[in-house]
């Protein structure tokens, strides 16, 4: 799934929110939660679909940037990027939503950064980093269809 469009938006709000559906995405969406903080790349991976698209955008003073991977590959590569920047992560959850469309959720990431990621240079030091992510539902699959990732800065 590419970038989301409003007509695609439209037709996800035509969704009906079932008990079953949000059961099955709930437990989709824990597994994925759980099978990351263990950096468990298989157990991650088959919580997506094959065409999954994950995408990150960024806005700072200075600019935006975006970077995208496609597919099982790509999501590995977003996936490896990630774990080897913060081997060691601490992520505190703030907000959850679930519905037919998916999950959104506000976390924030506290670690040390050891490499690049998300056009973000490696300190060496902890930081803090704010994240808003929506969970791409892909009903027919019965797993997400990516994650559309907002790096947001965290007020001093």
């Given amino acids: 799934m590419a970038a989301i469009q409003w007509t695609d938006v439209a037709q996800r709000l035509k969704w009906e929110a079932t008990p079953e559906g949000y059961d099955r995405i709930r437990t989709v969406w824990l597994k994925h939660c759980d099978t990351e903080l263990r950096q468990d790349m298989e157990g991650l991976l088959s919580t997506l679909t094959d065409d999954c698209v994950y995408t990150v955008l960024r806005t700072t003073a200075t600019g935006a940037t975006r970077q995208r991977w496609d597919g099982q590959e790509g999501a ?3 996936y490896t ?3 080897q920047a913060f081997p060691d992560q601490n992520w505190q959850p703030e907000a959850v939503v679930m519905g037919p469309q ?3 959720s506000a976390v ?3 670690a040390r950064q050891v490499a690049p990621w998300a056009g973000i240079a490696p300190t060496g030091q902890t930081v803090s980093i704010r994240m808003f ?3 791409i539902w ?3 699959k019965g797993k997400f269809g ?3 990732v907002y790096i947001a800065p965290i007020a001093e």
Avoid: I, K
């Fill in 108 to 110: 924030v990431l506290n």
């Fill in 76 to 78: 590995r590569a977003f």
């Fill in 133 to 135: 992510v929506y969970f």
């Fill in 102 to 104: 998916g999950v959104f």
């Fill in 146 to 148: 990516g994650e559309v």
């Fill in 138 to 140: 892909a009903p027919d």
């Fill in 81 to 83: 990027a990630l774990f």
